[in-house]
């Protein structure tokens, strides 16, 4: 079992909760960093850390949230609840029938794999704004069942490290109709369930390891909660004036450095 020091711990948290949000891929930057770290990847402590991120986006969107139950048990309303579920299902469902061959697999720790994907979502983000796209819509709640399963395809290549979860569900949500930061809500909303499935699993079946690294992953979780909400806080506000195109160059430039590091 891979050790780490506090300040490891804090650095991975950092990253966490910094990249979950922000549209750089988290689990890119931290397979980078724990093999710069500890030479492997260590997929229980990126999956309990998950824990700190998930509270932050309950925390920012709790009005939202709170709105959504409302919506269903007042007024038997069922619509974004109902696209929630339906583009959180893929990926949900692909992670949890794939989860022990993602976790064994080289491919899925793989230092390239990550440069790779970062430079193809990255050209993407770049020239967003310039492809095609549906007729819009005002939010997650008036997507159609079509566009939120769409999304939910593309959010399931997220499994891919580099790729970015909130980055390819913004880009799709952007390719359904959904203004920027729309998108971006709407992304932030589907994660949840997704993090509650994550957090369930490690619950259940990984209580040895947090008791064995509990000083770690307490550490990590905290980090990881302030850090995260600062940056969900921060590309809202970002994304109601600008596009994702900043965050593709930064992507390229990260592959670019990553890649001339692996060739030196």
């Keep these: 079992m891979i050790t780490m020091s506090i300040i490891e711990s804090i650095l991975l948290g950092l990253i966490q909760g910094l990249t979950e949000f922000i549209p750089i891929s988290s689990s890119g930057h931290l397979v980078v960093a724990q093999n710069f770290f500890a030479g492997a990847s260590n997929h229980l402590f990126l999956e309990w850390i998950n824990i700190g991120t998930m509270l932050a986006l309950i925390v920012y969107f709790r009005k939202k949230i709170a709105y959504i139950f409302y919506e269903i048990f007042s007024k038997h309303q069922y ?40 430079a193809v979502v990255g050209v993407v983000m770049i020239f967003l704004e310039k492809l095609p796209r549906a007729s819009a819509v005002k939010n997650g709640e008036k997507l159609s069942p079509k566009r939120a399963i769409f999304i939910g395809i593309l959010q399931a290549i997220a499994l891919i490290p580099g790729t970015s979860r909130s980055g390819i569900t913004i880009i799709a949500g952007r390719l359904s109709g959904l203004n920027p930061k729309e998108a971006a809500e709407y992304s932030f909303l589907v994660s949840i369930p997704i993090m509650l499935g994550v957090t369930a699993k490690v619950v259940l079946q990984d209580t040895s390891y947090f008791m064995a690294n509990i000083d770690m992953l307490v550490v990590g979780n905290i980090v990881a909660f302030a850090s995260g909400l600062f940056a969900v806080g921060f590309l809202m506000k970002y994304l109601s004036r600008h596009s994702l195109a900043v965050f593709g160059w930064y992507r390229l430039g990260l592959a670019t450095i990553i890649i001339g590091t692996l060739l030196l």
């Design 79 to 118: 619509g974004l609840a109902r696209n929630i579920l339906l583009t959180a299902l893929p990926a949900g469902l692909i992670g949890y029938l794939a989860a022990d061959f993602i976790e064994e697999s080289n491919f899925f720790g793989s230092v390239l794999v990550v440069a790779i994907m970062l």
